[in-house]
């Protein structure tokens, strides 16, 4: 499949189940929330060892949010119902509860309930007050600018992680152009994350390594670098340079959406902008039961 | 499932007992059956027939209609369906509502909606004293649901009250809120004196004239903006003098510290 000169493969990304949330962060601005949801997501790019995927999801205008106040939306992704509480709490008590004015909600309300403010509660030493309001319990925790209201709890559900584009480009200035253009599109959209720096992975993947201890190493197939050095490449000589977007969604259809816009914008740029291909990464089908096929998506795409 | 009515003959002479009598109980009965019912009259039982005409409805809803001043115990540990007094009611109305609705459409008695746990208690005219309080000698009183009283309120509003919202769109006696352990009353109309007298943690809302406040409350230094836009949002609905509330700025007044409490008096500006 050709479009405006940029090769689709016709390969499929392979996605997996994960565990997400989304909390609702406000506070006195949206610079405030946003210094909150910027540090709450922070080093939480891959849950190869950061514990979880998180990202800035939107930001939500006042009249939405339940306080009134300015607030952003972060989702958390990780691989297990238990890791994702344990993240949940260390980074809301590390970087919401320390941050001036805000306040953090559940922003999904079907689902498991795990733990919100239920135990950065106890920061209040005893002078945490909890209340009940429309049948959810928030919690006052007071602190040096007033008080930390918290809800108490906030709803688990199944999310779909590790969805991919992978940007064959003929250098590096039209690989980052394809990738921020991709990045932008996607971000327009609902109920997904592109979790690593600016929404870009440089540094691909695929599972082991020749290192026993190492369970991903570098994606030596797509590796400008290694063309003619290794048994198997998948690059030609005129593509120099591959970005990665990597997103997480609440649903299997959000990750579909958002993949679809990233080729879209892709695609706009073309082959003049430099992009050649656009492929994706899998594990040969084994590894998770979500699988996008680019073709299947480009098939109900208007470009 | 079926509703009835039942129409009150004429005022009873003595008390009635109406425990019992509630929408999901009566659900599966006839007429025949349900004129059969054994209430308390004094110290007697007697058929329900005795003192009310039973029709059939074609609604789910449980309709008492007539003078039932001296009914008590209407939706007794109710725990769902819609009762609806169409008049006064006597005591204990609603004392341990768990989960339905229920409307009165005149005044209650004392002790209205307490130890009520779940649904909505809405009571058109006025409440006697105790209401949404604790039975004598028990530790906790209303623990839930949300109670609306459209009239007055008599003494010891709230006593010993431990969760849920309960509203009064008119005045309160003496000693709102005494010994309260926690939840939400709000109150648009004046209070009598003593408000909050030995209350441990909760708040009250005064979106009326301000109370009297007892020497054992500290005036607050910090707002609670966020917890204020929460609260008031969600009495909001309610209408009234509530509906505006999110836009009014607040004084609060922490205590009882007598009590070594923690509650608020929320002083709407």
Redesign the interface.
């Known amino acids: 499949m050709n479009r405006n000169g940029v090769v689709i493969d016709e390969t499929f990304a392979e996605a997996f189940p994960m565990k997400a949330t989304r909390l609702v962060i406000?506070a006195h601005n949206i610079e405030w929330a946003r210094h909150a949801a910027v540090a709450a997501t922070g080093f939480a790019t891959s849950v190869i060892a950061c514990g979880c995927e998180a990202g800035i999801e939107r930001e939500i205008p006042p009249g939405e949010t339940?306080?009134?106040?300015p607030g952003i939306a972060v989702l958390i992704f990780s691989m297990s119902g238990k890791e994702l509480a344990k993240q949940i709490e260390r980074r809301v008590g590390q970087c919401v509860l320390t941050c001036p004015t805000t306040?953090v909600y559940a922003g999904i309300d079907e689902g498991e309930a795990v733990a919100l403010g239920k135990n950065l509660r106890f920061f209040g030493d005893g002078?945490q007050?909890?209340?009940?309001?429309?049948g959810k319990r928030?919690w006052?925790v007071p602190v040096m600018?007033?008080?930390f209201?918290a809800q108490e709890t906030t709803a688990v559900v199944k999310g779909v992680g590790g969805g991919n584009l992978l940007l064959l480009a003929r250098d590096t200035d039209a690989a980052l152009a394809a990738a921020e253009a991709a990045v932008a599109a996607m971000k327009k959209l609902p109920n997904v994350i592109m979790p690593f720096p600016g929404g870009v992975v440089r540094s691909g993947s695929k599972v082991g390594s020749k290192y026993p201890a190492l369970g991903a190493s570098t994606n030596d197939a797509f590796c400008p670098t290694l063309v003619g050095l290794v048994p198997k490449t998948e690059l030609t000589s005129e593509t120099r340079c591959v970005m990665e977007i990597v997103i997480d969604g609440l649903t299997e259809a959000d990750v579909g959406a958002a993949m679809r816009v990233g080729m879209e914008a892709g695609i706009a740029l073309g082959a003049a902008g430099g992009l050649l291909r656009i492929s994706a990464g899998n594990y040969g089908g084994k590894l998770g039961p979500f699988h996008f096929h680019l073709h299947k998506l480009m098939a109900g795409s208007a470009a | 499932m079926s509703g009835f009515t039942l129409k009150a003959r004429a005022p009873a002479p003595l008390r009635l007992d109406l425990r019992g009598i509630t929408p999901v109980a009566l659900a599966t009965l006839s007429a025949a059956e349900v004129e059969r019912l054994e209430i308390g009259h004094g110290n007697a039982l007697v058929p329900l027939a005795e003192f009310f005409q039973v029709e059939s409805r074609s609604d789910d809803t449980l309709l008492l209609a007539g003078d039932l001043s001296r009914g008590d115990r209407i939706g007794w540990q109710m725990d769902g369906g819609t009762l609806i007094v169409d008049g006064a009611a006597g005591d204990y109305v609603g004392a341990g509502l768990r989960a339905g609705e229920i409307t009165v459409k005149g005044d209650a008695g004392a002790l209205a909606a307490c130890e009520m746990a779940g649904g909505t208690l809405r009571i058109s005219g006025s409440v006697g004293d105790f209401a949404a309080s604790t039975l004598p000698g028990s530790m906790d009183g209303m623990r839930g649901g949300t109670l609306i009283v459209g009239g007055n309120a008599g003494a010891r509003f709230g006593d010993r009250m431990r969760r849920g919202s309960a509203l009064v769109f008119g005045d309160v006696g003496d000693f709102l809120a005494s010994r309260m352990v926690a939840g939400t009353i709000a109150l648009a109309g004046r209070a009598g004196a003593h408000a909050g007298y030995g209350m441990r943690r909760g708040s009250v809302v005064f979106a009326g004239p301000a109370p009297g406040v007892s020497p054992t409350f500290v005036p607050a230094v910090a707002g609670a903006p966020v917890f204020w836009q929460l609260l008031a949002r969600d009495l909001a609905p309610h209408g009234g003098l509530f509906a505006t509330l999110a836009s009014r700025g607040i004084d609060r007044q922490l205590g009882d510290v007598a009590a070594g409490g923690k509650g608020e008096l929320i002083l709407v500006r």
């Open positions: 406000t339940p306080d009134g106040r306040a002078w007050i909890s209340k009940m309001i429309a928030y006052r600018d007033g008080e209201v």
